[in-house]
Every structure is written in structure tokens, then in C-alpha cells.
């Protein structure tokens, strides 16, 4: 017989290892989730997909391949970090608008270090983000390139010190480590990376993720949707991920892995 492994048999659904009921302050959650920057960056990517594969549903956004399981993780992985890193992409399609803790998470935040606001940064070549984003009084940092057409208009619109260039050394392009640099030197070190699958993949390509939480969702949508990282070509080497934990509720599951860092 070949060697190989013993298999865990984490089914039947109906027998959990452990039974994490809904609780406003989401204390287990929390502390399932708490971990963390030793000091530099510690990069958390957030994503859903379908059990084809499928990043998005018929239309077009995630909204339609999550849900209440889904949703309940999403907010506890936003309360414990310091800013929400995105493509303009995801801004656009998803319709970002400035991001609340919701009050009963805010004080196991405190509790965490972390600062009462969490911030959104957005990476554009472009500058084209929503009014909804760009006309508020709690605008996002953008992260773009010194030849980005409104660059000037940017800065006008969200504020100077909140314009980061940080150009890839390539005509149009923010360099993904120069994005996670700038964060950190704002103190913005628990990075929450929502996507979307082209940013996604330029920091997985760039070694920045530290983590991937996965929700799967039980649905088959076929059609032409991507994938949660989208990148015209392989990730050379592939990266390899470890398993922390599964969760379930009604067929969804939801994985949390740690991405084997080749810097480390
Ligand atoms: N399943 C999920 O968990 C999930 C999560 C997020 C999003 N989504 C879906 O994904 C779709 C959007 O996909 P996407 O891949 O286009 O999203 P994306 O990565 O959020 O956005 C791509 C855009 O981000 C900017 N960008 C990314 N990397 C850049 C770089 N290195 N330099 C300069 N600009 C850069 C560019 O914006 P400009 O065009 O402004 O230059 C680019 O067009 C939507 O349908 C959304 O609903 C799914």
C-alpha cells in the first residue's frame, strides 16, 4: 500500500468540536481570531466563494454568495483591525462607504489596542472612487501613482496627507509592498485585505499575506465569475497554506489558513 495520510473525519455537521453560539460582544470569536502583528504588518485577507469557485454570483458582487455566517465573521475580522485594505474594484462594485465597528465590538477593540476608527485604504491607478467616498468627512487613505490623472483632484477632495504614491516602478501601478510600508508607518499594522481578486493576488504574489479566511459558499453558479485571486499568471511557487480552523453553519464553511510565507 502507498503511504498515505490519515484522513480526519470532521462530518457529521450535527456533532461540532465546539459549539460557538451568537453573543453580542462575540467574545469567542474574538479571541479565535485575535492574533497578530509582533510588531511590523501582519496582513489578513477576507474573501468568499462559491463551491465552484465563483467569487462573485450572476451579479456581479459577493452580496449574493454570502450570508448571516459569513456576515458574522466579516465583522468580527473588521473590529480587530486597523484598517480595510481594497482595490477601487471592490469600492465600485461592492459600493464601499466609510467603515463603523458596530458599537457592541468596540470595546474588545479597545481592549485590543486598536484605535476607536478603522480605516479603509483603497489602491486606485485611475483616482475613479465613488462621490459616497470621496464627499464624506471620513474619506479613505488612497494609495495610487504619481501619474495618476486626478491626483490633484484626489488631494483636494480627501485631503493631501491622505493621497499615498506609491508607484511599482511600472507606468500605472502601486506597488502592493509599498502599500503595506505606508500603512505600517501610520501605525496601521493589522491589515484586513477584503479583496478584491486583483489586489488579492498582487499581495499574495508580493509575500505580504499572512493569512487567508475563506468563506465557502454552498451554492454552484457556474458562468464566467473568477476566482478570489485573479493574476495572468501562476504563482510561481504555488503557496502553500496550513489549516487553524473550519467553521460551520448550514453548510457553510468557513477557513481560516496561514499562508506559508516564502520570505519566512
Ligand atoms: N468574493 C469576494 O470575497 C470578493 C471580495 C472583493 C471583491 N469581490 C468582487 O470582485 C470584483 C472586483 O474584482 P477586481 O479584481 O477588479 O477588484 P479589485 O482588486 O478590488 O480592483 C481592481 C482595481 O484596483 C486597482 N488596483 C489593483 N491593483 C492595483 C495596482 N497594483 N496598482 C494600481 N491600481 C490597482 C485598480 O483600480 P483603478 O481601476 O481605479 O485603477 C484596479 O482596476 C467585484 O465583482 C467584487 O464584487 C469579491
Do not use: K
Amino acid at each position: 500500500m502507498p503511504d498515505l495520510p490519515a484522513l480526519d473525519l470532521l462530518v457529521p455537521v450535527d456533532a461540532p468540536v465546539r459549539l460557538l453560539a451568537p453573543r453580542s460582544d462575540e467574545a469567542e470569536l474574538v479571541a479565535l481570531f485575535a492574533s497578530g502583528s509582533t510588531g511590523g504588518p501582519h496582513v489578513r485577507a477576507n474573501m468568499v466563494g462559491t463551491v465552484d469557485g465563483a467569487a462573485t454570483g450572476a451579479n456581479r458582487v459577493s452580496g449574493s454568495i454570502n450570508g448571516p455566517a459569513d456576515f458574522r465573521v466579516f465583522r468580527v475580522l473588521r473590529a480587530l483591525a486597523d484598517v480595510v485594505l481594497v482595490g477601487a474594484g471592490t469600492v465600485r462594485a461592492e459600493r464601499y462607504t466609510p467603515l463603523d465597528v458596530p458599537a457592541e465590538l468596540r470595546a474588545a477593540r479597545a481592549a485590543l489596542g486598536r484605535a476607536d476608527a478603522l480605516e479603509l485604504a483603497v489602491v486606485t491607478a485611475s483616482g475613479d472612487l465613488p462621490d459616497s467616498l470621496l464627499d464624506t468627512d471620513r474619506p479613505p487613505l488612497v494609495l495610487t501613482t504619481g501619474s495618476a490623472p486626478s491626483l490633484d483632484t484626489l488631494r483636494a477632495r480627501v485631503g493631501a496627507d491622505r493621497v499615498i504614491v506609491a508607484d511599482a516602478g511600472v507606468p500605472g501601478a502601486v506597488d502592493p509592498r509599498a502599500v503595506i510600508a505606508a500603512l505600517a508607518d501610520r501605525g496601521l499594522v493589522h491589515v484586513l485585505a477584503e479583496g478584491g481578486p486583483t489586489l488579492l493576488a498582487q499581495l499574495v504574489d508580493a509575500d505580504l499575506v499572512d493569512e487567508l479566511c475563506l468563506t465557502w459558499s454552498p451554492q454552484l453558479v457556474g458562468g464566467p465569475a473568477g476566482r478570489v485571486t485573479h493574476l495572468p499568471t501562476w504563482f510561481a511557487p504555488a503557496r502553500a497554506l496550513t489549516l487553524s480552523h473550519l467553521l460551520h453553519a448550514d453548510g457553510v464553511l468557513l477557513g481560516r489558513w496561514q499562508v506559508v510565507r516564502l520570505g519566512a
